[in-house]
């Protein structure tokens, strides 16, 4: 239940200012909240890959062209600063690049200058205002290190969008979707060339203290974002009209791939 506060001050405006002031009031309670995401990323330049060298992310692009699997069209959500993207390029012959963060975009606008990717268009969106932006359909849409920030409601929002935009032989690919059974151990450093107990204690104080100063600066605790269980993203798909399969990422060890493809 909503109680709301009014003030009861004689003033000049009397009935008439009480009812304007109680609109405002609602306004602001029924206000759509800030996407902290969106807010958080809004003046970063760089994606979360585990090596920025050109190499790298070379390999990385290989991997995911390979379980793309051809199409001529692409959309990629949640681009960055286009490091896969220009990779991708040759191999595409119109590609679409959306990013919610406007300083990611203008860096990937540099880069697809620098690598002379003619064939590349970017929107500056997020998972609901996409949609509204889009002038054709696509062979493949993808996201990479993107889902993890949607909640199950939006990512089912988003398939379900998604299915409108793409072609009859087309396939969703949502990359490196961090993997809630394998996640833990990887905070935990079990993964790491040199684990052990003292190690894993050192990272668990530091996981606390970084939790406690983001929760002081009203930040997010953890900006590696939800970690999404296969088989209910599974289900979602199902729900829309796609098998799901998903596979182990090659660079990023707690982490999956889901492909989807209509039944």
């Known amino acids: 239940m909503i109680f709301l506060k009014f003030n009861f001050k004689k003033n000049n405006t009397g009935r008439r200012g009480m009812e304007v002031e109680s609109r405002e009031r609602m ?18 330049t760089h994606g979360g890959h585990r090596y920025s060298t050109e190499e790298f992310l070379a390999m990385e692009a290989r991997e995911k062209l390979f379980h793309l699997d051809g199409g001529k069209t692409l959309l990629d959500f949640g681009c960055g600063s286009a490091e ?10 119109k590609l679409v690049g959306v990013d919610f963060s ?3 975009l203008r860096e990937a606008d540099k880069r697809i200058k620098e690598k002379q990717c003619n064939n590349i268009d970017l929107i500056l969106a997020n998972h609901e205002t996409i949609w509204d932006n889009l002038q054709f359909t696509f062979d493949r849409i993808t996201a990479a290190g993107v889902i993890q920030y949607l909640t199950f409601q939006e990512i089912d929002a988003f398939i379900a969008n998604a299915s409108k935009y793409l072609n009859t032989d087309g396939k969703i690919v949502f990359f490196d979707i961090l993997d809630p059974r394998l996640y833990p151990l990887w905070k935990l450093g079990l993964f790491a060339p040199k684990a052990g107990v003292l190690k894993a204690l050192y990272r668990i104080w530091c996981d606390f203290r970084y939790s406690v100063s983001a929760t002081l600066k009203n930040r997010p605790r953890n900006i590696y974002g939800f970690s999404h269980n296969p088989y209910k993203l599974q289900r979602i798909a199902n729900k829309h009209g ?8 090659m660079y990023y060890e707690y982490k999956y791939h889901a492909i989807m493809s209509r039944i």
């Open 102 to 104: 406007p300083s990611m």
């Open 84 to 93: 896969l993207l220009t990779y991708y390029a040759p191999e595409y012959e």
């Open 27 to 44: 306004k602001k309670i029924h206000a759509k909240p800030i996407n902290i995401w969106e807010d958080f990323f809004k003046d970063k």
């Open 242 to 249: 796609f098998e799901m399969r998903y596979v182990q990422s």
